[in-house]
């Protein structure tokens, strides 16, 4: 009798065990894309012909102490079906050290891409070939394929990545900043509806910004801006921004102002499972110059409820 208890003891000590493993994932193991989406720029110096970009991905576990895997042949594809990126041989995983303890069984890591470049792995080493002459202006990342574990993979990427590679030609310290960002959520319904930036400078020449589903029209019929308004009058959230519509160029009578940048109903249909980047840059003048300023805002789950970690991208 006590050998049959001591047996199902363990038995349910088995099965609870591997429920807690499997809980701790939402998806079965294997390597799969974090849903991010927005505009990366990529600063460059003039003479680059590729650019880095980790792609973050998650490494889900098979069990606590498996070691890193390997991935052969990685390739990114842009909307037309061009390899923008091809990493060509066996690789082993870049994970995040830090988060891989042995009860951690869904691990950020990253594919280390060179945008317009094709890496080739040896056993001695690799090397790096640029696929065109020069970067493009623009990279929408619109598929990624891999093979992991012998099998082939593709995951359709739309409506995540665009980069943009950007070259700095004033290294002068710019007479304006980005002084703040901030999400601005409607505080009745706890809803987002947009993100607000605090900067200073004369004259707006551009404004670097894209998420899916922003219309081309984007900055001249929905942003709106105000001279008066500071980034405290929002700090308890608001159901709306008193500003009003511009165009570019947009010259700062005040050199300063607060800019509402809104999630329109089409921009929320594409990035509602997503981890979305609210990071613009802007291209600023006066009589010195034309900087580009920017770099600041935040990277975050659009529905506040989902875990960074299960907001993946699937096979097909």
């Keep these: 009798m006590k050998k049959w208890m001591l047996l199902i003891t363990l038995l349910l000590l088995a099965i609870f065990l591997i429920w807690w493993w499997m809980s701790k994932a939402p998806v079965s193991s294997g390597i799969y894309p974090e849903r991010q989406a927005g505009l990366i720029v990529i600063e460059i110096d003039e003479e680059e012909r590729m650019v880095d970009f980790h792609l973050p991905v998650r490494w889900i576990k098979t069990q606590p102490w498996e070691q890193p895997p390997m991935i052969d042949d990685a390739i990114l594809y842009n909307e037309k079906g061009e390899v923008i990126a091809h990493i060509e041989g066996e690789f082993i995983l870049e994970i995040d050290e830090r988060r891989n303890a042995w ?23 690799e090397i790096l070939y640029p696929l065109n002459d020069a970067l493009y202006e623009n990279y929408y990342v619109d598929r990624l394929e891999l093979t992991f574990n012998d099998e082939r993979l593709t995951f359709h990427m ?73 980034m405290d009058d929002y700090l308890q959230g608001s159901a709306s921004f008193e500003g009003e519509n511009f165009s570019l160029p947009l010259e700062l009578e005040s050199n300063r102002a607060l800019l509402f940048f809104p999630y329109t109903d089409k921009m929320v249909k594409e990035v509602e499972q997503s981890i979305i980047h609210t990071i613009p840059y802007f291209k600023i003048s006066d009589t010195d110059g034309t900087y580009i300023i920017g770099g600041a805002g935040t990277i975050y789950p659009f529905d506040r409820e989902k875990e960074w970690e299960e907001l993946l991208i699937l096979p097909k």
């Design 158 to 230: 739309e409506s995540t990545y665009k980069l943009h590679p950007l070259m700095e030609e004033n290294d002068d310290i710019p007479n304006g900043e980005v002084e703040s960002t901030m999400p601005l959520r409607d505080q009745d319904t706890e809803t987002n509806i947009g993100f607000l930036v605090q900067l200073s400078g004369a004259t707006i020449e551009d404004i670097m910004y894209w998420l899916p589903g922003m219309d081309e029209n984007y900055i001249k019929n929905d942003m709106l801006v105000s001279e008066d308004a500071v």
């Design 103 to 125: 009860n951690r069984r869904n691990v950020p890591a990253i594919i280390p891409f060179s945008i317009n470049g094709e890496k080739v792995i040896h056993e001695t080493g």
